[in-house]
């Protein structure tokens, strides 16, 4: 082999291990729980499973949430969220993820209903990116599944032909996931979805983590805005 062909996948393998050094560099800055949320929340007795967080309800209604976390989000930041539906009679689950890029293992819920056998249906979701690996997992689960939730999210596949049932919860002054992005792609959407916005809502407030860039300011408080995502989904959880 001529030096300069060597020369040249040497430097592609040095420009290949920097991007990979950069990326993981960059996930280890990631969005944990707030003040506010660790003064709200026990995060200590949060129980752990061989899958990541689990919450277990004291009367269980047989049914079950999967919440995949935002991109570099610890999944911590989502306990509140978790607990309102915990209350609710569902069994949740926010699994541990990857350089917590739930995109990398979009199959992680194949580990959480295996372990719980007694939960007679499971729905599945998540926050911003995590809302597209659960729609990846969704695409090829849809009989196992009572339904796909986004959470300032929206599918990146084609679930037109589908009768699954499917919720968007976006925010009004979401900086990140928008209005528009989210009418460009309801086609994208089954005919059985429903969509619900929160009045003066942001995109970080879905979790409880603080501000996050690119994001716009709220007109609410995050527990207010968690109140109203735990309501939407309760509801529509319920009759499915």
């Known amino acids: 082999m ?6 040249l996948l040497l430097a592609v393998a040095v420009l290949l291990l920097a991007a990979a050094a950069g990326f993981v560099a960059y996930a280890q800055f990631d969005y944990g729980p707030s003040k506010e949320l660790l003064a709200r ?21 047989g049914k079950g949430v999967i919440l995949y976390q935002g991109a570099k989000v610890e999944a911590a930041a989502y306990a509140y969220l978790a607990e309102k539906l915990q209350a609710a009679g569902y069994t949740v689950s926010i ?36 809302g597209v690996a659960a729609a990846q997992y969704a695409e090829e689960h849809q009989d196992e599944l009572g339904g796909l939730y986004f959470l300032a999210a929206y599918p990146s596949g084609d ?14 002054n979401d900086g990140l996931t928008t209005a528009q992005d989210i009418e460009g792609r309801r086609m994208q959407f089954s005919a059985n979805s429903e969509f619900i916005e929160i009045a003066g809502g942001n995109h970080a407030q879905f979790g ?3 501000e996050q860039k690119n994001d716009l300011p709220a007109e609410i408080g995050p527990f207010e805005q968690q109140d109203q995502t735990a309501e939407a989904l309760i509801n529509w959880m319920a009759n499915k």
């Open 208 to 210: 409880v983590y603080g």
């Open 95 to 130: 699994p541990d993820m990857p350089l917590k890029f739930p995109i990398l293992a979009a199959d992680r819920a194949d580990e959480v209903i295996a372990a719980y056998p007694a939960v007679e249906k499971w729905f599945i979701g998540g926050h911003s990116l995590g």
């Open 2 to 7: 001529k030096k300069w062909s060597i020369r």
């Open 41 to 61: 929340v026990d995060l200590a007795a949060i129980e752990r499973d061989g899958s990541g967080l689990v919450f277990h309800p004291e009367n269980a209604n």
């Open 159 to 172: 679930f037109a032909l589908s009768d699954l049932p499917m919720l968007s919860v976006s925010a009004e």
